[in-house]
C-alpha cells in the first residue's frame, strides 16, 4: 500500500512541476498517466506451460483476458464471437482496476460512408489536434482474422499512430466474413486507399503522402493494396507497416506448432477465420492470401513487426526474408515475450511500447517529417 502510494505521489509531484514551468502544449497520452504506475503491473500467477518466457505485463494482459470466462471463438458463431472480450478490453481494465488513467489521445474523430460493391465501407478519421496540416495521411487496417473486431477493438492503435506520427488515420470498417466472403475485405481495402487517393485534400490530408498499415488480417490488407496499387499502376503507399500479419497457407510452420495453444491467437482460431472468410479450402493458396509466394518487388519500404508467441511469426518472419529477395527496403523487428496483438498495449506493455515508436519512427522517416 505505502509503495503504491508512494507512486501516486511523485506521479503528481511530476504533473505539478511540468505545471510551474508553464508548458502550454496540449497534454497527450504520455503526460495523462503514469508510465511507473502502468508498469508496475505484474501477473498473479505463473507464466503458462506455452509460453514459459512471456514478459510479465504481456502475462497480466492475458490472465486479465482469460478472467473473463469467455467460450473459444472456434466455437461459436461469428455473431456470438464478435461479442466476446477482447484484448483492448483487457488492456483498459488492468488501467482501471490498477486505478491509472486511460491515455486519452489529442486527436478528433469523424465518422465516413463511402460506396463500395454492393454496399457502404465504414471509415473512422482521426485527425490530430496539434499542427495545422495538410498532413499525411495513414489508412489503417484492423484485424480479427476477416471475421471479427473492428475500428472500435483497434482504435488505441489507431489513436497512437495519429499521434506519433501527426497525421492524419483513415481507419477502415472493412466488411466482415461470413456475410461478405474473399475476397470483399481485400476489396474493400483497396476501394478505400483509392477513396482516400482522391480525397486526401479534403481531409486536410497531404495526397502525395499516404501510407498503409494494418495489424494481422490488416497487416495481410495493408500488404496487397500496396501489391494491388502496383499492378493497377495507381499511386503507390509511400510505406506499409505490417504488424504480425497473415501472410502465409502453412499452418505447420514451427511458429504455428509451438504455439498451437496460445492466446489471443491460437491454431484452432485460425482454422476457423480461414472456414469463415474463404469459399473453398484452395483459396488459401491465392497471393492475396499467400503473400511469401507472391511477387512482391517494386513495393514502397515496408515496416515490419513480428511477436514471438504467436503462430503467425514464422510466416511474418519469413515474409520479411521474402521481401529482402524481392528487392524492397524492409525495416523489421520481432519481439520476444509477447503475443498476437500485443501492439498498441504501449500503456502497460513496455514491449508494445518499444514496438508503437518504431514504427512511428519509421513512418515519419518516410514521411520526410523531423
Not at 12 to 32: H, N, S
Not at 173 to 179: E, K, S, V
Not at 287 to 292: F, K
Request: with cysteine; hydrophobic share 40%.
Amino acid at each position: 500500500m505505502h509503495k503504491k502510494s508512494n507512486f501516486y505521489i511523485i506521479a503528481v509531484i511530476t504533473l505539478l512541476i511540468a505545471g510551474c514551468k508553464g508548458k502550454t502544449t496540449p497534454a497527450t497520452a504520455d503526460t495523462i498517466y503514469s508510465e511507473s504506475l502502468a508498469y508496475s503491473i505484474k501477473p498473479k500467477g505463473p507464466a503458462p506451460a506455452w509460453a514459459p518466457n512471456m514478459k510479465p505485463q504481456m502475462q497480466a494482459v492475458i490472465e486479465k483476458l482469460q478472467s473473463y470466462g469467455d467460450q473459444p471463438i472456434e466455437t461459436l458463431g461469428p455473431g456470438r464471437a464478435r461479442k466476446n472480450h477482447t484484448p483492448a478490453d483487457a488492456v483498459k481494465d488492468l488501467l482501471k482496476e490498477n486505478h491509472i488513467a486511460i491515455p486519452a489521445y489529442p486527436v478528433d474523430t469523424t465518422g465516413k460512408d463511402i460506396p463500395a460493391a454492393w454496399g457502404t465501407i465504414h471509415l473512422r478519421i482521426y485527425t490530430p489536434k496539434i499542427g495545422k496540416g495538410p498532413f499525411p495521411v495513414i489508412v489503417y487496417y484492423h484485424g480479427g482474422g476477416f471475421v471479427i473486431a473492428g475500428i472500435n477493438a483497434y482504435d488505441a492503435s489507431a489513436s497512437i499512430l495519429a499521434e506519433k506520427v501527426g497525421a492524419i488515420v483513415v481507419s477502415v470498417g472493412y466488411r466482415l466474413a461470413p456475410q461478405y466472403k474473399f475476397p470483399y475485405a481485400h476489396n474493400d481495402a483497396f476501394q478505400a486507399y483509392e477513396w482516400v487517393l482522391k480525397n486526401a485534400p479534403v481531409i486536410n490530408g497531404d495526397p502525395t503522402k499516404i501510407a498503409v498499415a494494418g495489424e494481422s488480417a490488416g497487416g495481410n490488407l495493408a500488404m496487397t493494396t500496396a501489391i494491388k496499387a502496383r499492378d493497377k499502376k495507381i499511386k503507390p503507399p509511400t510505406a506499409i507497416v505490417a504488424i504480425y500479419p497473415v501472410a502465409g497457407a502453412d499452418m505447420n510452420t514451427p511458429s504455428y506448432q509451438k504455439y498451437a495453444d496460445a492466446i489471443p491467437l491460437n491454431k484452432p482460431m485460425m482454422v476457423w477465420f480461414v472456414k469463415k472468410y474463404l469459399s473453398k479450402p484452395a483459396e488459401a493458396k491465392d497471393p492475396l492470401i499467400n503473400l511469401v509466394a507472391d511477387d512482391l518487388t517494386g513495393l514502397p519500404p515496408t515496416i515490419l513487426i513480428t511477436a514471438e508467441i504467436d503462430p503467425l511469426q514464422a510466416e511474418g518472419l519469413k515474409l520479411v526474408d521474402k521481401l529482402k529477395a524481392d528487392g524492397v527496403t524492409v525495416y523489421s523487428k520481432n519481439y520476444n515475450g509477447v503475443t498476437h496483438e500485443f501492439f498498441g498495449m504501449g500503456a502497460v506493455v513496455p514491449e508494445a511500447k518499444d514496438a508503437e515508436l518504431f514504427a512511428t519512427d519509421m513512418l515519419k522517416k518516410a514521411f520526410g517529417m523531423k
